[in-house]
């Protein structure tokens, strides 16, 4: 008897997968943050600097700092405000820091030479 797996199967399992390993984020605020496979949704920055963005393999998030390493090898750094730290979900961050099987997108503004992320999204790892 031969079973046949319909294709894109395994790649939606992988999917389901990756997503149910991410779990429920819950705030200093008190609210919870869905895991819906992205990590935070990008909101207005609060300075007047055009957003950037960038991806790379996350290493660190904390409170204070998101820390990526770029294809290159090179890690950078982006600092978090206060303001913008419950709605980036750290603590759903932070369980991804290490994995080299996804990618983060992370948006950032550059005020006053510093590097500030305001959103951080899942995405394939960088080439």
Do not use: W
Request: charged share 15%; glycine share 10%.
């Amino acid at each position: 008897m031969r079973i046949s797996v319909p294709r894109g199967l395994p790649a939606v399992l992988l999917l389901a997968a990756l997503l149910t390993g991410c779990g429920d984020d819950t705030t200093t605020t008190g609210t919870n943050t869905p895991a819906t496979g992205t990590a935070t949704a990008a909101a207005p920055a609060t300075s007047t600097a055009a957003p950037s963005s960038i991806v790379g393999l996350l290493v660190s998030a904390d409170e204070k700092q998101v820390v990526i390493t770029l294809p290159g090898g090179n890690a950078r750094t982006f600092l978090v405000r206060p303001e913008d730290a419950p709605r980036l979900g750290i603590r759903h961050l932070a369980s991804h820091a290490g994995l080299t099987d996804i990618g983060f997108e992370i948006t950032y503004v550059t005020a006053d030479g510093k590097d500030y992320v305001i959103a951080a999204q899942e995405t394939a790892p960088p080439q």
